[in-house]
């Protein structure tokens, strides 16, 4: 029996990683670096539900097809499943990435703040989202380190790539990768966006927003009832006037910065005040992504001597609002136990 759809996109890692290798002249695809100071920790659980099944004999794995495995194998889907369970408690696409197009109806028979029917306690079951489930998900911050470190390659292999507030990525495509599918925006970002669809920056606006292929822009502050949604919907004009193929989308309610969530002391058993964008995209990814690598995030100025932006596209310094290291330990403690896998550092050196 083959797994055709599993197989697809097996043959499609492979064909891009070995595109990778081969355009970078590198006799061998290398694993990335993984944690400063700590040895690399790549388990070698071997899962059932990791291995790959070829249709076709294969006398020998070829190397680009063994770092793949080894990057698979860095799970361990028990630990992943047991995250998995207390995430879906608070997140789920159908709640958080809906489809713009779902709007109406949604207002119209939704109690917007329970996301239950009108009237009713049930789940308000008449939202689409446009995510489904993945294997494996690339979830990208937007961190100065992620300069030179030519994952891109290793990135784009993935079967999906999140990023925050819709980033530069061309010029940067060798470090950061060239493909988006999700983008989440707050709301100093869709104010941008949307003011950047008049006259002169139009252009501009409309080359980024048609980067990806199938990106799904969503909103992740509440959109019901709140100004955002006439600018929400600009977009959303815009992007059908001009056939970009890009999906908006929005939450209910807002999942960022949001001090009330017992969330994280539940999976942590630490309080984050003020959680930070890649924590909470990483948390709603977890609900739909089997195996999340996350890329650019490290929370200090400097990294083996070298200092590091704030930003991999602007000059802007580090801001302390957010308890970022203290993020980034917890993200190093998840890597540990092979829960995500967190990679620092240059992609091609190992
Ligand atoms: C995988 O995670 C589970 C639950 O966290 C743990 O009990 C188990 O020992 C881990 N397995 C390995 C091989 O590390
Ligand atoms: C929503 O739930 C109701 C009652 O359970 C069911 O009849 C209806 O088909 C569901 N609608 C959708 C879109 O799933
Ligand atoms: C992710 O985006 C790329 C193009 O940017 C597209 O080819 C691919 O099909 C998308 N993957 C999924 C799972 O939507
Ligand atoms: C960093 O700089 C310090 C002092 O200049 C030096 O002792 C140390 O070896 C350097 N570390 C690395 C990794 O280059």
Not at 21 to 50: C, E, H, Q, Y
Not at 88 to 112: A, G, V
Not at 251 to 263: E, I, V
Request: glycine share 6%; net charge positive.
């Amino acid at each position: 029996m083959v797994d055709w759809k599993e197989f697809t996109v097996v043959v499609f890692c492979l064909i891009v990683m070995t595109c990778y290798v081969v355009w970078d002249n590198k006799a061998a695809f290398r694993l990335p670096t993984m944690i400063p100071g700590s040895a690399r920790v790549l388990k070698v659980t071997k899962l059932a539900s990791s291995t790959p099944k070829t249709p076709t004999k294969t006398p020998t794995k070829s190397l680009e097809e063994g770092a793949m495995d080894q990057v698979m194998a860095h799970f361990n889907m028990t630990s992943v499943r047991e995250l998995q369970k207390i995430t879906r408690k608070y997140f789920s696409p159908e709640r958080h990435i809906i489809d713009l197009s779902d709007l109406d109806n949604f207002m119209k028979k939704c109690n917007t703040k329970t996301f239950t029917l009108l009237n009713s306690k049930r789940r308000c079951n008449v939202t689409h989202s446009p995510v489904t489930r993945y294997r494996t998900c690339a979830v990208i911050g937007n961190g100065g380190i992620l300069l030179n470190s030519r994952c891109g390659g290793e990135i784009d292999a993935h079967e999906f790539v999140i990023r925050n507030n819709l980033p530069p990525t061309s010029p940067y495509q060798k470090d950061v990768g060239r493909r988006t599918n999700l983008t989440t925006i707050n709301r100093a970002r869709l104010m941008q966006v949307a003011g950047g669809l008049r006259r002169k920056k139009r252009a501009k606006t409309l080359a980024r927003l048609s980067e990806s292929p199938g990106m799904i822009f969503s909103y992740s502050l509440s959109l019901p009832g709140s100004p955002s949604k006439k600018k929400l919907q600009a977009i959303d004009r815009a992007i059908k006037e001009n056939h970009i193929d890009a999906v908006t989308a929005f939450s209910h309610r807002s999942y960022m910065s949001n001090k009330g969530y017992s969330l994280y002391k539940e999976l942590f058993k630490k309080r984050f005040r003020l959680p930070s964008t890649g924590l909470n995209t990483f948390a709603l990814a977890s609900t739909f992504c089997d195996r999340i690598s996350m890329y650019g995030f490290y929370p200090l100025p400097t990294y083996r001597n070298r200092s590091v932006p704030y930003h991999y596209y602007d000059g802007k310094m580090f801001n302390k609002a957010h308890k970022m290291p203290a993020e980034f330990e917890t993200f190093q403690e998840l890597h540990r136990r092979g829960t995500i896998r967190l990679v620092v550092g240059k992609c091609d050196e190992w």
